[in-house]
């Protein structure tokens, strides 16, 4: 019933995510994979990220998307650089991608690179792409059931966002329900509620992703 | 950049798709293939349609999900028929999956056959199942810039639903870009405002299935 192609194509593109993290080592520049449905608002929190932790890091930022580039443009306006990558109608970014992205930036100034991946619970968790970390937004309107629905990208998260918690009360979201599959599914994994929009619980994720910038960087020497 | 191996599998997909199509055809039922991303209300708007149509037709369900079998539960406690389809990791069905479910339903009883795809924007978007529509829900907490960034689905669509329209005053939706997207790339599709939750425009939404069922009708003589 399955057509099994994705094994040679995986360890292409683990090769070539090796190297991206060879590179990104000997620059020590620290790689974060956010993850989402279309719509969670990935974008959002990236800026609000940045707001955050801009003056103790540099920061850059990769934008994947099917089409489009009105992501990168909304980071740019806050001075920060920014790379598109259109995957014209692959549903996830590829090691690939991320080392052309990577040749156009100016690692040896850098400290952080942010990848947005495209809008999809699914395909972007199997493929490594020389990341530190892979980190997921969840957000209230898409229900507290998803974990039971797509546990892949729960499993692979070390931390997990669970953002527009400003809107729980229009929602019935189970908070409880949801910490509960998510423990069983990862018990590792940390979450976080914020909501990009009133900027709560931004704090905290950002100190999450500092220390491992910080736990990186002890490890780079 | 891209490893092309979709070219085979699409072709094999195709063929089997053109055999699901043909026995539909003689059992005269109709196929709707239901997409649209995690969490945007895809089975509370199939309980809705069944609702409203269960008098005028007999209805089955063909879910597809990662894992889990939540969603197949829900429609049979409604006392219809339900296949449950787990894909393991795959982001989308593939009309080899649909014939394996078809085997199982009674054909010769049924005059509708809903098919939800699995949660994602993107890869349902080229796989033909034997469907004689493909439809897709957008949710309001998504956002009105997703046919920018997502413009295949949109394309591939007869109609779109714009779910969850009662949440319009929390988030900052504009319906008028969003159609002013829509109907540039497809100037055909019609947009469908509705809630699941409160019911509202699911009226209009299942005459306009119910029509494509008649002209269907009409075709199969």
Redesign the interface.
Known sequence: ???D?SKP?LE?NDNIAADNRNLLDKHKVFVLDLMA????GKTSLILKTIESLRERYNIAVIEG????D??SQRIKEQGIPAVQIN?????HL?S??IK?ALSVLELNKLDLIIIEN??????P??FYLGENDKVMIL?V???H??P?????VFQASSAIILN?VD?MP??NFNEREFRGSVSQLNPEAVIFPVSAKTGSGIELWSQWLSDRIEKARQSWG
């Open positions: 019933m399955k057509i192609v194509i292409l449905s279309p719509g969670s998307d099917i089409a489009s009105v992501d995957t014209g109608g692959a549903c590829e690939q991608m052309k495209v809008g999809n619970l699914v395909c968790t199997d957000s309107p898409e229900g059931d998803k039971l629905k797509y546990p892949g527009k809107t229009v929602f």
